[in-house]
């Protein structure tokens, strides 16, 4: 069993995407393509041809260069068998599904919230995570089908994750999220130098992903919604009332 190698990208103006390959492989899968030219590019750097496209939702900054890619190449598009917004699937996966790509295995997680057929794709073999718009660090996706309720069951479920899981997220919204996070968390020691590092990273055009979900738990407000000090902060005990709060104090940040 090999551990692949992840290769992140920039597409449009802040969208990721990820391209998996195991050493040496003529074969890459890529997880939400939406800049054909970019695509291209990068599996012609690393000498290699497109044989799976991974899908996380149907939203058009994460599926827009499928066509062409599977026109070209003869990929094999996987994505949830419920998301009927998505272009034509050869792999249609269930929740809790399975997914062989190179050796390793992959646990389809359903995640509504972002939308409602919005799914995660997780590496057991090495606790990877890609994520798409559900989670990204110090944040989650805006609410635009969700519920809170579900979008909270839908980040319990990630934090039940190992610690050590590596979490590949769907845009580079680190430095915005924040500076959010600060205003409502503003003597959270870690989370402050984790902000040092957020500004250097942008100040040298560089990715703050992956994000590890052990840092998350402790600085991520979102996941943290359970928590003592969000309890006193919202006067609630009620962790989906107190995201629904969160997420709404975020949208008009």
């Known amino acids: 069993m090999q ?22 492989a003529k074969e890459a899968a890529i997880v939400d ?43 094999k598009v996987i994505g949830y068998d419920l998301d009927k917004q998505l272009p034509s699937l050869d792999i249609a996966m269930k929740d809790n599904g399975e997914l062989s790509l190179y050796g390793n295995t992959y646990k389809i997680i359903s995640t509504p919230g972002h939308t409602m057929q919005h799914i995660c794709y997780y590496n057991i073999d090495f606790q990877m995570l890609f994520a798409g718009d559900t989670l990204f660090s110090l944040g989650c996706g805006r609410m635009f089908e969700g519920t809170p309720e579900l979008f909270w ?34 003597k959270n020691q870690e989370l402050k130098k984790y902000g040092e590092w957020i500004v250097k990273q942008n100040i040298d055009l560089r990715p703050t992903m992956p994000c590890e979900l052990s840092k998350e738990l402790k600085i991520n407000p979102f996941l943290r919604c359970d928590d003592s000090y969000f309890f006193e902060l919202y006067q609630s005990e009620d962790p989906i009332e107190i995201f629904k709060k969160m997420r709404q104090a975020k949208d008009n940040f």
Do not use: M, W
């Open 3 to 24: 551990k692949p190698n992840i290769y992140i990208f920039p597409q449009l103006v802040d969208n990721y995407g990820y391209l998996i390959k195991n050493p040496h």
């Open 33 to 75: 393509p939406s800049d054909l030219e970019i695509c291209e590019r990068i599996l012609d750097l690393n000498d290699c041809s497109l044989s799976h496209i991974l899908l996380t939702h149907h939203h058009d900054d994460h599926i827009a260069a499928v066509e062409d890619l599977k026109k070209k190449y003869n990929s």
């Open 153 to 186: 069951e839908s980040l319990t479920k990630i934090k039940k994750l190992p610690t050590e899981t590596k979490i590949y997220c769907g845009h580079e919204y680190t430095l915005n999220n924040f500076k959010f996070a600060l205003s409502i968390d503003s």
